[in-house]
C-alpha cells in the first residue's frame, strides 16, 4: 500500500485549502482513511477520519471547519480546510486502515503553513 498526499502550501490565516490523498496496491481492502497533522515535538494526532461506510469523526478543535470525505472506490480521501488559523500549520499525514490486517498505512505528508 503506498498513499501519496497533495495540496498543501502556504495560505492566509482565513483561507482555505483542499488536501488530497491517493493510494495504491491493496485499495479494495481500506475500510477507512483519514487525516492526521503533526508538529515537532509533538505527537501526530487525528484531524478526521471516515469509513468507507460514510462514518466521519472530527476532532473538536476543526469542527464547522474542516470536512473529509471519501470518493466512490474508496481509495482518495480529501481534506476540505476552511477558516485557517496560524495554529494549524504542521505536516498533514493521510492514513488507510485496513481492519483484518490491523493496521494503518501512512503517507509521507504534506505541510501546511498558515500565517497569520
Known amino acids: 500500500v503506498q498513499l501519496a498526499e497533495s495540496g498543501g502550501g502556504l495560505v492566509q490565516a482565513g483561507g482555505s485549502l483542499r488536501l488530497s490523498c491517493t493510494g495504491s496496491?491493496?485499495?479494495?481492502?481500506?475500510?477507512?482513511m483519514g487525516w492526521y497533522r503533526q508538529v515537532p515535538g509533538k505527537p501526530r494526532e487525528l484531524v478526521a477520519r471516515i469509513r468507507t461506510s460514510g462514518d466521519t469523526i472530527y476532532a473538536d478543535s476543526v469542527k464547522d471547519r474542516f470536512t473529509i470525505s471519501i470518493n466512490d472506490a474508496g481509495n482518495s480521501v480529501y481534506l476540505q480546510m476552511t477558516s485557517l488559523k496560524p495554529e494549524y500549520k504542521a505536516v498533514y499525514y493521510c492514513?488507510?486502515?485496513?481492519?483484518?490486517?490491523?493496521?494503518?498505512?501512512w503517507g509521507p505528508g504534506t505541510q501546511v503553513t498558515v500565517s497569520s
Open positions: 492514513d488507510a486502515y485496513i481492519d483484518y490486517r490491523g493496521r494503518a498505512y
Open positions: 496496491g491493496s485499495v479494495y481492502d481500506f475500510n477507512a
